[in-house]
C-alpha cells in the first residue's frame, strides 16, 4: 500500500510561480501511474495531470495546459507539478493519486482509476 504526501503549496500573487512535490512511501513507486487533482472550495474535486508509469506520456486538463507541467523521478519516489503563471482561479485543494499498473504507457484521468490519494496540499492564488 502507498502513502502519498504532497506539499509545497501556500500563497502565490497571480501570474506567480509554485511546485508541488508527492513523496511516495515504499518501493513500488516506478509501478504506479500518477495523477494530480484538485478540489476548489465548495467544488467537485477535478482532474489536473497524470503522467505513464514510464513518465513518457502525460495528459492535462484544458485548463491548465501551457501552464501546468506533471514529472516524476522514479529514483527519489517523487511526483511533481510546476505551475506557472497561476490564476485566480487554480486555488485548490492539490491531491495526488496513484495505481499501480503493469502498463508502462498507460495514463488516466478519471478518479476512480486512482487507489490511492494524499492528503491534499491548499494553493491559494491572489489577486
Known amino acids: 500500500q502507498a502513502q502519498l504526501v504532497e506539499s509545497g503549496g501556500g500563497l502565490v500573487q497571480a501570474g506567480g510561480s509554485l511546485r508541488l512535490s508527492c513523496a511516495a512511501s515504499?518501493?513500488?513507486?516506478?509501478?504506479?501511474?500518477m495523477g494530480w487533482f484538485r478540489q476548489p472550495s465548495g467544488k467537485e474535486r477535478e482532474f489536473v495531470a497524470a503522467?505513464?508509469?514510464?513518465?513518457?506520456?502525460?495528459n492535462y486538463a484544458d485548463s491548465v495546459k501551457g501552464r501546468f507541467t506533471i514529472s516524476r523521478d522514479n529514483a527519489k519516489n517523487t511526483l511533481y507539478l510546476q505551475m506557472i503563471s497561476l490564476k485566480l482561479e487554480d486555488t485548490a485543494v492539490y491531491y495526488c493519486?496513484?495505481?499501480?499498473?503493469?502498463?508502462?504507457?498507460?495514463?488516466?484521468?478519471?478518479?476512480?482509476?486512482?487507489?490511492?490519494w494524499g492528503q491534499g496540499t491548499q494553493v491559494t492564488v491572489s489577486s
Open positions: 503522467v505513464s508509469r514510464s513518465g513518457d506520456r502525460v
Open positions: 493519486a496513484a495505481t499501480p499498473t503493469s502498463d508502462y504507457y498507460d495514463v488516466r484521468l478519471r478518479e476512480d482509476d486512482y487507489t490511492y
Open positions: 515504499g518501493r513500488s513507486f516506478s509501478n504506479y501511474r
